[in-house]
């Protein structure tokens, strides 16, 4: 792709401009392949021709090693939901940084879960961890522990972080892809279908707010209510994974979108205002499993389950999550869903214009456009979501000024304004004017 983007006559100049005056995001990759494995930390972040190394950030922008500014749409693949360095959660970081780093309860650790609580009212108890992925973890920990069984169902597709248990690769023993159960997301048919079939050995059912791998797709609410339903009257534990949605869609996530009661929900991301977070609430069914009895406490090892980590409830975590929540009101989550809305609108115009036969996904303040002529609502739906034009038009972005995660749903954050839609628009533009250019459309 890199050899391609650079060679293509067309964009040679472009891009032969754009590598000059980002040489020394270029040297930092060069010499990341010697102590990172192909250089790269982290996908989303690992695109043609090479990842753009940033030195600071200010509300929607970020600008380079090199200098240069870019309106961003990454955003940490969510957690910045207010954007940049914002003033509230940057001042709540350095109060916290002069009082204490960590290294032991805090008032803010029980004002945050409150906070939480309010926002997802079913849940009885919840926990931090540093990420969402101990989070998806250490529920479906809970879960299998309070029904006794192992077996879970997962989507097609479905991301819950990097763990064993939820993950399909090399490495992870047969024995636990045996465990899983897969339905396909938004077919109400294949997952009563699987989930009939094993309900009884379940311990759960495990569902993203939105299925990130087909960019985001929201359940329908039909589908959200069969599975909900079918859950409750089989007593197989529902769990949401709204480390994605939760603060995001709105305060309570897809749950509340949708009025939909799980019996679980993982969080992570924005509760964490930008630092490293993840929660798992869930009624007292599960989380019992981490309680101590009445008659060990406080005495530990008495709990069914061990609730450990290091950096749980991190307290310059929890100053940042409180000074975030705290300002994502009513009116912010209007104006992030008029930014999302606002940016997908106009990729579907300027496609539609050029005849480009497009799909598009995502919720509120979440998009994605997928080069695809069918209408995409989970990982089936997907595979037509051409990946190769989904990345070259992101690389084509760069050089105007705008910056997307590679191949990835983009998350408009609150600081963004006509301006930045304006100049979204151009680069859009640009970008696909560029792809016609070279033949890529
Ligand atoms: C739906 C979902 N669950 C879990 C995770 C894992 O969270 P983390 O990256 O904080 O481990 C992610 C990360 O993007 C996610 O999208």
Redesign the pocket.
Known sequence: MIDFLVSTQLTKGRMDEFMQKTAGSRKLFERAQGSLPSGSTRAPYYYSPYPLYIKKGEGPYVWDVDGNKYLDFANN?GPLVLGHRNPRVQKAIEAQTDAFWCGGPTELEVELAEKIKKAFPFGDHLLFTP????A?MKLIRAARASTGKDRIMLSTGA????HDIVTTSPGIPKSYLSLVTRYSYNDEESFVKAFRKDKAELGAVVM?GLL?HAGSAPPTRSFIKTVREETEKAGVPFII?E??TGFRVARGGISEIMGVKPDGV?L??IIGGGFPA?AFLATDRLMKEYQYTKADFPHIGRARLQQSGTFNAHAVTMAAGLATLEQLTPDAYKHLAWAGGEASRILDKLATERRIPHAMTGIGSIFFMHFSKDPINNAETAESSDERKGRILDALMLPYGVSMPAFHSAFASLPMGKPEMALFEKAVASGLDDMKKIGEL
């Open positions: 693949m990420s969402g992925t101990e998806t991301y819950h972080g990097s993203e990130g994974d480390v994605v993982t992570g991301k993840g």
